[in-house]
């Protein structure tokens, strides 16, 4: 921050933190949906019957936003408002974007309406996030901290709230990519209306959205003060993300730590769009054919689990014997999910048993590989006065192979077969094991 700008301070909301049962688990669950819908959605435009290539890019174009956090996190910091009305606000209008979608599911502009309407849904889960990360933070440090606090010592001393609400986000992945999923195939087959059904899922989810956004506007709580000190709207343009990707770009340790975000999860991003497509794929074009009941119960039920089991026994094993004696570990099982789905390449005829322990195998290394990442994002952002832009930066930088390589999955997926796809993804495997160890080394005196 130049001098000129006034500091940013911090606001405590000193109500809500003995009923904090009442609205954290919901917010976390609201956070879940997001991921839940972006996963729906998918399995929608194969099921209208828009190709596998088109289908890749139309998901990783919506993902775009994801990109945009540093910018979105500077938005709600300097703009007017409590974070209870950013909230508020993108839980309404997430409500009102899946009703229009489910809307034009019925008429022949579907997937006009679908490319209108998503991008909104996915704008105002970004802003969510952010609000919500904020809020928790402002009514944890509520009863403990006076006004005037930095806002970087009230990040440092609060973890992230998933950390602690794991277990809701998890329910919410269930619920969309699990039930909702069930529900939409079994409407297929009573129906015999794949828009009707579809349709109703959306409606069902835009109804999830205006209740715990009722819920919230009932039972949050909330303060005549923002979470920090309003200010004008040129406040963006006075250079803090630039001052701190400076002073990150002065510190080999920070530029280790980049270069980490970005390629750590390299083997995953090939999978993030390709697995899924895979698993409803035709078996005349390489896939598995799974049924939307076979997948809710392979894809979103059994890897969900494995995947929050292998981040749960991941965290432990960090807290038992640091980061460093598992990281390289970590970073070899992350070529275990593609070499999971690639067994299943050459036997797409296999029993859904079988399909299911081998999703699940390659969920829970991938669950395990993940909380490494997540405590490399925690030393990256500890004890920096800058906490807040970093973790927006490290969180767009994990992201942003994802987006990127998504957009030419589909074309990969008209040149090469899903076995060529999944081998590459598990060699890619190397590169993970070697950023791990040079980020091990830089970082060994610590």
């Known amino acids: 921050?130049?001098?000129?700008?006034?500091?940013?301070?911090?606001?405590?909301?000193?109500r809500g933190t003995k009923t904090r049962w009442l609205w954290l688990p919901s917010l976390?669950?609201?956070?879940?949906?997001?991921?839940?819908?972006?996963?729906?959605?998918?399995?929608?435009?194969?099921?209208?019957?828009?190709?596998?290539?088109?289908?890749?890019?139309?998901?990783?174009?919506?993902?775009?936003?994801?990109?945009?956090?540093?910018?979105?996190?500077?938005?709600v910091t300097h703009f007017w408002g409590t974070t209870k009305v950013w909230i508020l606000s993108t839980q309404f209008i997430s409500a009102l974007s899946l009703a229009a979608v489910a809307f034009t599911l019925h008429t022949s502009s579907w997937l006009l309406g679908t490319v209108c309407f998503m991008p909104f849904f996915v704008c105002s889960s970004v802003f969510?996030?952010?609000?919500?990360?904020?809020?928790?933070?402002?009514?944890?440090?509520?009863?403990?901290?006076?006004?005037?606090?930095?806002?970087?010592?009230?990040?440092?001393?609060?973890?992230?709230p998933q950390h602690h609400n794991t277990t809701t986000s998890i329910m919410a992945l269930l619920?969309?990519?699990g039930v909702m999923m069930m529900i939409a195939g079994n409407m297929e087959v009573v129906t015999r209306n794949i828009r009707y059904s579809w349709s109703l899922v959306?409606?069902?989810?835009?109804?999830?959205?205006l209740f715990l956004w009722l819920w919230h506007t009932i039972f949050l709580p909330g303060g005549t003060h923002g979470y920090a000190k309003p200010k004008p709207t040129m406040g963006l343009h006075r250079g803090e993300f630039r001052i701190s990707l400076r002073r990150m770009l002065k510190r080999k340790d920070d530029i280790t730590a980049l270069t980490f975000f970005i390629l750590f999860l390299l083997p995953e991003t090939l999978l993030a769009l390709t697995a899924p497509l895979f698993l409803i794929a035709k078996p005349h074009n390489g896939g598995l054919g799974l049924s939307p009941q076979e997948f809710a119960f392979t894809q979103g039920t059994i890897a969900v689990i494995a995947i929050a089991l292998g981040y749960t026994l991941g965290g432990k094993a960090i807290k038992k014997h640091g980061l460093c004696r598992w990281l390289l570990p970590s970073a070899l099982l992350l070529a275990v999910p593609g070499a999971a789905l690639l067994f299943l390449s050459y036997n797409t005829a296999a029993p859904l048993s079988i399909v299911a322990a081998s999703l699940a195998a390659g969920h829970a290394a991938l669950g395990f590989a993940l909380s490494m990442?997540?405590?490399?994002?925690?030393?990256?952002t500890r004890n920096m006065p800058d906490n807040t832009l970093r973790h927006a930066i490290a969180r767009t930088l994990i992201a942003t192979p994802f987006v990127l390589v998504g957009m030419f999955a589909g074309a990969m997926l008209t040149l090469i077969d899903y076995q060529h796809i999944f081998l590459l993804?598990?060699?890619?495997?190397?590169?993970?094991?070697?950023?791990?160890?040079?980020?091990?080394?830089?970082?060994?005196?610590?």
Not at 2 to 14: F, G, V
Not at 373 to 380: A, I, L, N, S, Y
Not at 427 to 444: G, K
Request: proline share 4%; hydrophobic share 45%; charged share 15%.
């Open 1 to 14: 921050m130049t001098d000129k700008q006034p500091k940013t301070t911090y606001h405590p909301h000193r």
């Open 28 to 75: 976390m669950f609201g956070d879940g949906v997001a991921v839940s819908v972006l996963v729906l959605t998918m399995v929608m435009l194969r099921r209208m019957g828009l190709d596998t290539a088109d289908t890749a890019l139309a998901i990783a174009l919506l993902s775009l936003p994801v990109l945009l956090r540093p910018l979105f996190e500077m938005v």
């Open 128 to 160: 969510y996030n952010i609000a919500l990360h904020r809020f928790y933070i402002d009514t944890s440090q509520g009863v403990h901290l006076s006004q005037g606090v930095h806002l970087s010592q009230v990040h440092q001393q609060n973890p992230t």
């Open 175 to 177: 619920f969309g990519c």
């Open 202 to 209: 959306f409606y069902v989810m835009a109804g999830v959205e």
């Open 373 to 380: 990442v997540k405590q490399v994002v925690v030393r990256f």
């Open 425 to 446: 993804a598990t060699e890619l495997s190397i590169a993970s094991l070697t950023v791990a160890a040079l980020y091990l080394y830089r970082t060994r005196k610590k």
